[in-house]
């Protein structure tokens, strides 16, 4: 199956694959070592997710995609014009969902605190930049005791903003794990 078979759903729009990354090496970076591994590999494994556009939006669209992907789940492979398998897959690693801004968040925090470098304050002034530029797209950051990880303006913005979106903050997460791994050579 190949990324333009998934346009056969009837409500994907657009699907693009992830961008291809060079590693980064950490292993010069004062820290916690393995910390630091973790929160590398976790880094790279969701910068490197494709994106999967839907037709569901506005403040409907989270229980729209929700009740969508229970019909797929649910469906014959010989009932639909893409397996829905295949289809659940994309919708799931998908750049897009607000679970992986929320975990780039979480990341990009982790390795500020584990970074123990001389440039710590260069490493934090980048980090709330992107904090700063996520809150201005989506709202306040959602507080711990909200279990959906919704952020308040996730879904004002059309599927297409939050490409773009994404792809800038991908930009600029690899740009702080590349400053951190050059300022600890």
């Not at 346009?7 to 992830?18: A, F, K, M, R, S």
């Not at 306040?140 to 303006?153: F, K, M, S």
Request: proline share 5%.
């Amino acid at each position: 199956m190949t990324l333009a078979d998934l346009l056969q759903d009837p409500h994907i729009v657009h699907v693009e694959e992830g961008e291809h990354w060079e590693p980064v090496d950490f292993s010069h970076v004062p820290g916690n070592k393995e910390r630091l591994d973790e929160v590398n590999r976790r880094l790279m494994k969701d910068l490197s997710l494709g994106y999967c556009v839907d037709d569901f939006e506005g403040p409907d669209s989270a229980d729209n995609r929700k009740a969508y992907t229970i019909l797929l789940t649910n469906i014959e492979e010989n009932e639909h014009p893409v397996s829905p398998k295949s289809v659940l897959k994309a919708m799931w690693e998908n750049s897009l969902k607000i679970e992986y801004t929320n975990g780039f968040m979480t990341m990009i925090g982790a390795l500020g605190k584990q970074y123990k470098g001389p440039k710590q304050d260069k490493i934090s002034t980048e980090i709330n930049r992107i904090k700063s530029n996520v809150n201005e797209f989506l709202g306040e950051r959602p507080r711990r005791g909200n279990l959906e990880g919704t952020w308040p303006d996730y879904d004002r913005h059309t599927n297409f903003e939050k490409l773009a979106f994404v792809k800038a903050l991908k930009q600029q997460v690899y740009g702080v794990m590349k400053l951190v791994a050059e300022v600890s050579k």
